[in-house]
């Protein structure tokens, strides 16, 4: 456990440290702390004593008016270190007996700076989001997304408004696009909302992917607002892509499928235990056509969700364990928000899953000013734009090597592997393994040409 | 809960119909416009989309065999964002 010491040597040592002009180390005022290791790269530092700004004021108390004195006979000094976490109550009350300077041993917490949550400005850009994704690298590399199929499962596709906010132009696949019956509208001319959003996010990384519309969130249910579906609506959608995927020759099979959407609440589900539910059974028939299609050579990628503890999307209804269903299917990669200085959005679901406890897989960039299909100043948020970037990249890695070279399951292997550890060291549930690296990926593929050329 | 869903397991290139015979099931208990969509081809694992009522009715008429054929829950799905 972190700890900082306050010490008070003496007279001439403690007005060493408070004179900024004079340079002082840890050594110099705490050496020899029985069990405590120094950090020798925390300048010491001078603390005031507070005393009772009233004569004859109670000394010990801190509700009085206060000054604060830095004389030397007065101030202390503070050091930093670190004692073994099944020391430590031992440690704290020997230490000031075992050496005189020593007047107390403090915690020294972590502090870290506050989550970004909904409604806040957006942090970076896309051409942050490109940068840190290396698209040139990958470019330089061959992975562009060229030839890859590109399915964006959501509210369709606002093709003139993506080729706006990108200023370049993109590939919808019409005939390969699907609706769920009862939806007219044209793949590629739907109207700019969230769809285009996940749109726009996964061309950042693959620019030359060939978009499939799959709109699968317009279905016209009684009673239901123009934005939510059904699930057997997800289900119709697996099987057309499943007749995708067997069109495509299995030596070259590439297909990714970006998912930025789930369940919120288990009022629409029968309860976990029931054979027919959905949120915790691998054996409900969505479950059972996503680990088909995965293992037919689908790229299945799912966002992790909007019920992050620290500030949760007001739709969040399950009291726990919020990664639910296919979400957090054993054959998908569930994706975590990371903004683009690296730290976990405060809505990002946690683990762990309820079909696969290991849950969020990786993290992918969201909360930047990108495609701007909700105003000018909102950002691209929610897992719900991570989820996209990483399958922009994924689909980018499938330019040059097809599901035959690089199954699925290796694929998922391998960008967990290369992830860049965050949080606690290893596998944790705010994380999973790690953010998306695609130095590692670019290294880790290239080992793997090696081998088998 | 509006529909439910089932399964049921038939040959590859099974049709709508050739389900509904199976099932014993009339047209009016079944969601024609969702039709049969297939799971698992492999597996040769249908889905179809009925009512709650029809579901029951299923479960009920399936007795003791190892195959489970619903129903099975169909929840509301919604996008994942923008967080609110």
């Known amino acids: 456990m972190r700890v900082l010491i306050q010490l008070r040597p003496g007279l001439d040592l403690v007005a060493a440290v408070a004179d900024p002009s004079v340079v002082t180390s840890a050594s110099d005022v705490a050496d020899g702390l029985p069990g405590v290791v120094l950090d020798r790269s925390f300048t010491p530092v001078a603390v005031p004593r507070p005393i009772p700004a009233a004569p004859g004021g109670d000394p010990l108390s801190l509700n009085q008016p206060l000054i604060y004195s830095m004389a030397p006979d007065e101030a202390s000094v503070l050091v930093r270190g670190e004692i073994a976490d099944d020391e430590i109550s031992t440690r704290v009350s020997l230490l000031p007996a075992s050496h005189r300077d020593v007047v107390g041993v403090f915690a020294d917490p972590k502090i870290e700076k506050t989550l970004t949550c909904g409604g806040d400005d957006p942090v970076g850009d896309w051409h942050d989001v490109e940068r840190l994704l290396r698209v040139a690298d990958l470019a330089a590399e061959g992975l562009d997304g060229s030839g890859v199929a590109l399915a964006i499962a959501d509210t369709g596709i606002n093709a003139a408004h993506v080729t706006k906010a990108l200023g370049r132009g993109l590939t919808i696949d019409k005939e390969r696009s699907w609706s769920p019956s009862g939806v007219t509208g044209i793949p590629g001319e739907f109207d700019v909302d969230h769809g285009s959003m996940c749109a726009f996010d996964a061309l950042i990384a693959a620019p030359q992917a060939s978009l499939i519309d799959v709109s699968v969130l317009l279905s016209q249910r009684s009673g239901g607002s123009e934005l939510d579906g059904l699930l057997s609506d997800a289900i119709a959608a697996y099987a057309h892509l499943r ?134 100043a909102e950002p691209d948020s929610g897992t719900s734009a991570a989820c996209p970037v990483a399958a922009g990249l994924v689909a980018a890695i499938r330019t040059q090597w097809s599901s035959a070279e690089l199954p699925p399951s290796q694929l998922r292997t391998l960008l967990r592997r290369t992830a860049d550890d965050r949080g606690v060291v290893g596998y944790d549930y705010d994380y999973g393994y790690g953010v998306l690296d695609v130095a590692g990926i670019i290294a880790a593929l290239r080992r793997r040409a090696a081998k088998a050329a | 809960m509006t529909s439910v869903l089932i399964t049921v397991r038939l040959p590859r290139d099974a049709t709508l119909e050739s389900a509904m015979r199976k099932l014993e099931l009339a047209e009016d208990e079944v969601d024609g416009s969702y039709g049969l969509v297939p799971i698992d081809p492999d597996e040769g694992l249908y889905a179809l989309r009925v009512s709650e009522e029809t579901g029951r009715r299923i479960h009920a008429a399936a007795g003791d065999s190892t195959h489970y054929p619903g129903p099975y829950s169909n929840p509301r799905i919604e996008p994942y964002g923008p967080p609110s």
């Open chain 1, 243 to 376: 007749g995708v995927l067997d069109a495509q020759p299995a030596e070259s099979r590439a297909l990714v499928i970006s998912n930025s959407w789930g369940s919120f609440s288990p009022r629409w589900d029968f309860p976990p235990g029931h054979p027919g539910n959905y949120s915790d059974n691998p054996a409900h028939p969505f479950n059972v056509i996503v680990g088909s299609l995965a293992q037919a050579g689908a790229d299945i990628l799912f966002a992790a969700g909007n019920c992050g503890r620290e500030c949760k999307d007001g739709r969040c209804a399950y009291p726990d364990r919020p990664i639910a269903g296919a979400n957090s299917h054993g054959r998908v990669l569930s994706i975590a928000g990371v903004d683009t200085d690296g730290d976990r959005v405060g809505y990002s679901s946690q683990g762990p899953g309820r079909l696969t406890a290991r849950k969020p897989d990786v993290c992918a960039y969201t909360h930047f000013s990108g495609s701007r299909a909700f105003g000018d």
